[in-house]
């Protein structure tokens, strides 16, 4: 298996709703990523899981609560998300922690009203 | 920390033509990487490259590291490659690994 899978593919949400975006990869990598891109940018990083612990957030607000619950799976936890966060969420892996080739999954597409 | 450019930002094909986008970086790098964005979003790997050359059917990159550019080109080119492409290289390892992508060249291609 050499993919990363990532579910719902879309995604509309409401300002007070709670909401998890699934990333999961069979690939033994030790390393997964979360990306958001908006329309016509490139991607930008949010969170880098390396072994299962966070290792970096790239200043992220608190309404995006990453979790890792094994080496295969990693989910974005949504809450009280503003219009503005409306974007193409990607997840990634790459097999050796900290480095090495990273591959992306088809992204969550996500509209927040 | 790095800095990622791509040329040329937009790019319009006849079908059949050849083609060359070109990536320089700021800094050296350990590794680059060349992606194809889909009109569905799908981030595709098209080349992990460092450094030399590499081929995968129509498509083959360079990387010259010392001089700070990859170069990637694609021949025959197919309305199936209209799309984004990006290329993207590692930060410093205090950065964890994050890719900083260069802005990314949109490709149409015309039958």
């Known amino acids: 298996d050499t993919e990363v899978t990532q579910t719902p593919k879309h995604l509309v949400m409401g300002m007070t709703n709670k909401k998890s975006l699934k990333c999961e990869q069979h690939m033994g990598h030790r390393a997964m990523y979360w990306y958001k891109q908006k329309a016509k940018k490139p991607p930008e990083l949010m969170f880098v899981y390396s072994y299962e612990k966070l290792s970096i957030n790239e200043s992220v607000p608190s309404r995006f609560s990453p979790e890792c619950p094994n080496s295969s799976l990693l989910n974005l936890h949504l809450h009280a998300l503003q219009p503005e966060d409306s974007a193409l969420y990607l997840c990634?892996?790459?097999?050796?922690?900290?480095?090495?080739?990273?591959?992306f999954g088809p992204g969550t597409r996500l509209t927040v009203l | 920390g790095i800095q990622v450019e791509q040329s040329p930002p937009d790019l319009i094909l006849q079908e059949g033509a050849n083609s060359t986008l070109r990536c320089n970086f700021s800094?050296?790098?350990?590794?680059l990487q060349w992606f194809h964005q889909n009109p569905w979003g799908q981030l595709i790997n098209l080349f992990y490259i460092p450094s030399g050359t590499k081929q995968n059917g129509r498509l083959s990159a360079t990387t010259v590291a010392t001089e700070r550019y990859s170069l990637l080109y694609i021949s025959s080119s197919q309305t199936t490659d209209s799309g984004v492409y990006f290329c993207a290289a590692p930060g410093a390892m205090e950065y964890g690994n994050k890719l900083v992508f260069g802005a990314g060249t949109i490709l149409r291609v015309k039958s």
């Open positions: 800094d050296s790098v350990n590794n």
């Open positions: 990634a892996s790459s097999p050796m922690g900290l480095a090495g080739e990273q591959f």
